[in-house]
T-cell receptor, first 110, second 113 residues
């Protein structure tokens, strides 16, 4: 079973700061997902990647397959970025479906 | 564009009662999933259906049953609810197993007293 670890668990930053959230996993994967969960609970997919780097607006996700590590970056952070960010993986010997990290609770203060 | 729709959003049950959580997707996805989310833990897979007519157990299946009624709908049933099943439940779907983007419902907050 794949083990997915995220760091930090909690992060408070000031508006405008550059944010990095890290994710590591224990077994080779087919894909890694970054998800966002807002207060109120809905979960949306931000990125799915299996190699390299993806960018969407102020969000950047990178993955290093050899090191089994991914990072999610937020540039010019804003209070509306406050949410729980969840890393999840597919593949790696488990059942179908996603294996999730515990999430990073991000608060951006004005 | 509804995506994944779950009902109900909130439910309170007494221990021993039964209920069914409904999930429907309108994206013609093959794969559907039920997860539960508990404080301090990541989401965990309860059951999944890789295609219409098939279902398989995930990490935490005990106390639950599922039905893939057709390609659109995947329901989760609690036959005799227990306080340990108090959780937030999410239905999700993807085009093809776990290798494509996942879409989530809004969640069902279930309390068993």
């Amino acid at each position: 079973k794949n083990e997915v670890e995220q760091s930090p668990q909690n992060l408070t930053a000031q508006e405008g700061e550059f944010i990095t959230i890290n994710c590591s996993y224990s077994v080779g994967i087919s894909a890694l997902h970054w998800l966002q969960q807002h207060p109120g609970g809905g979960i949306v997919s931000l990125f799915m990647l299996s190699s390299g780097k993806k960018k969407h607006g102020r969000l950047i996700a990178t993955i290093n397959i050899q090191e089994k590590h991914s990072s999610l970056h937020i540039t010019a952070s804003h209070p509306r970025d406050s949410a729980v960010y969840i890393c999840a993986v597919t593949g790696g010997g488990g059942a179908d479906g996603l294996t999730f990290g515990k999430g990073t609770h991000l608060i951006i203060q004005p | 564009n509804a995506g994944v729709t779950q009902t109900p959003k909130f439910q309170v049950l007494k221990t021993g009662q039964s209920m069914t959580l409904q999930c429907a997707q309108d994206m013609n996805h093959n794969s559907m999933y039920w997860y539960r989310q508990d404080p301090g833990m990541g989401l965990r897979l309860i059951y999944y259906s890789a295609s219409e007519g098939t279902t398989d157990k995930g990490e935490v299946p005990n106390g639950y049953n599922v039905s893939r009624l057709n390609k659109r709908e995947f329901s989760l049933r609690l036959e005799s609810a227990a306080p340990s099943q108090t959780s937030v439940y999410f239905c999700a779907s993807s085009a093809d197993r776990g290798y494509t983007e996942a879409f989530f419902g809004q969640g069902t907050r279930l309390t068993v007293v």
